[in-house]
């Protein structure tokens, strides 16, 4: 069984950094991509950014670009999502999830995705 699990989400100042964690076990699977969600309170889930596994190629929302860097440790079998220059409006829940439709990237869309993390709060005050 494919697990997901995040970390590294808490309360931070504008300006502030966090790097979220996501490991994953379980799978079977040699090559997939991993892929940063996030949603805040009202609105639908947005992405953020996304890795191949096996390669390291790296893909990101236009928004995030300069300000967020993920990146993956393949050893220890974890992703990472490094924020800088936080916001207010980076306040949500974040997501990592796996997908092992090739084929769809940079797999943008939740609909790619196949496996799921249960999500870490980033709240970022002003």
């Known amino acids: 069984q494919v697990q997901l699990v995040e970390s590294g989400g808490g309360l931070v100042q504008a300006g502030g950094s966090l790097r979220l964690s996501c490991v994953i076990s379980?799978?079977?699977?040699?090559?997939?991509?991993m892929g940063w969600f996030r949603q805040a309170p009202g609105n639908e889930r947005e992405f953020v950014a996304a890795v191949t596994w096996n390669g390291g190629t790296t893909y990101y929302a236009d928004s995030m670009k300069g300000r967020f860097t993920i990146s993956r440790d393949y050893a220890k079998n974890t992703g990472y999502l490094q924020m800088n220059s936080l916001k207010p409006e980076d306040t949500a829940v974040y997501y990592c999830a796996a997908s092992i439709a090739l084929s769809r990237w940079p797999n943008i869309r939740t609909s790619d995705y196949n496996y799921w993390g249960q999500g870490t709060q980033v709240t970022v005050s002003s």
């Open positions: 379980g799978r079977t699977f040699s090559s997939f991509v």
